[in-house]
């Protein structure tokens, strides 16, 4: 069988941090995709490959419960419910040319600002130094702080989904129907 060696030839990196460059790149350059993409179809999917490295950055932290969950409530339903939204929305004959097409220079201005106050709030920041005591959640942890102490939010989401689901279903309903009454 073969094994790997604790750290990569002609680097001395450790796997953990060249998959963790691997992942972080990916959701950076995903994210990017999302923000630049031309085409919101093509948005939407990369948003779907940005949660999908997001839950491999939870499973290389040791947090494989919160990486199911990423990939069965973010890629499993939130990514599927945005894209239908998106293609039950979108309009044939939008205009050629947006507004915001001609204000990249102020989200430009905007961004750089934005990370020039991330470097410096990072920069300033008293970072303290793990101790190593965190202690490993289980499932039944997990479970037992859902369903005990936070099952009043937990009905409360629920029900706003619920209605955000039936509202959606309700558009597309009143719109196949105007469709159907210019139609005679």
Do not use: C
Not at 21 to 39: D, I, Q, T, Y
Not at 47 to 69: Q, T
Not at 75 to 99: C, D, E
């Amino acid at each position: 069988m073969l094994t790997l060696p604790a750290t990569i030839p002609f680097l001395g990196w450790t796997w953990n941090d060249l998959l963790f460059l691997v992942l972080a790149g990916g959701l950076l350059g995903s994210a990017l995709f999302v923000v630049l993409g031309r085409n919101i179809i093509h948005s939407g999917l990369w948003l779907v490959v940005g949660f999908l490295m997001l839950a491999g950055l939870y499973a290389l932290l040791g947090a494989p419960l919160l990486a199911g969950a990423q990939v069965l409530v973010y890629i499993g339903a939130i990514s599927v419910l945005i894209l239908f939204a998106i293609m039950l929305t979108q309009s044939k004959a939008g205009p050629a040319r947006l507004v915001f097409h001609h204000q990249a220079w102020a989200a430009a201005l905007a961004a750089l600002g934005l990370g020039l106050l991330l470097v410096i709030v990072v920069g300033a920041t008293a970072w303290p130094l793990a101790d190593g005591s965190a202690q490993p959640q289980t499932s039944a942890n997990v479970a037992s702080a859902l369903f005990d102490d936070f099952v009043l939010p937990l009905e409360i989401v629920g029900v706003l989904l619920l209605a955000a689901v039936i509202g959606g279903v309700f558009l597309a309903k009143k719109d196949d129907a105007r469709e159907s009454d210019s139609d005679i």
